[in-house]
């Protein structure tokens, strides 16, 4: 069942952004989502079997309003700084660690792109 949703989600992806629905890429798209799919269907399904899967799809749909509306602020930040006269006095580069309990990879990855 993994393959076969992962396939899904990458055939459609790819019929959105392909722009191509004639015969000779509809098949290149469906054979490139196969190996795709295959190489990469656990990683995307991995802990599938989780008791509490409910739970977590509820605080991702509630997380992200709050992500996206975190990367509108940041882009409107970067252009200030991009477009600011004083540009190089503002920007202050640093490394930060971060301490988390995460333990799942899905979370780890989710708590990475919202750092970046």
């Known amino acids: 069942m993994a393959f076969t949703v992962t396939f899904v989600i990458l055939f459609i992806f ?28 656990d990683l995307l399904f991995k802990d599938i079997k ?22 509108v602020l940041a882009n409107l930040h970067v252009a200030y700084l991009a477009l600011h006269p ?15 309990k995460l333990k799942k990879d899905m979370s780890l990855v989710t708590f990475a792109n919202s750092i970046t």
């Open 14 to 41: 790819w019929i959105l952004m392909s722009g191509y629905f004639d015969f000779f890429h509809i098949p290149l798209g469906i054979i490139s989502c196969t190996l795709v799919a295959y190489i990469s269907h």
């Open 50 to 71: 989780s008791k509490n899967k409910h739970i977590e799809v509820i605080r991702f749909i509630k997380y992200l309003p709050w992500l996206l509306y975190q990367i």
């Open 86 to 100: 004083n540009m190089p006095k503002l920007i202050d580069p640093h490394i930060i660690k971060f301490k988390t």
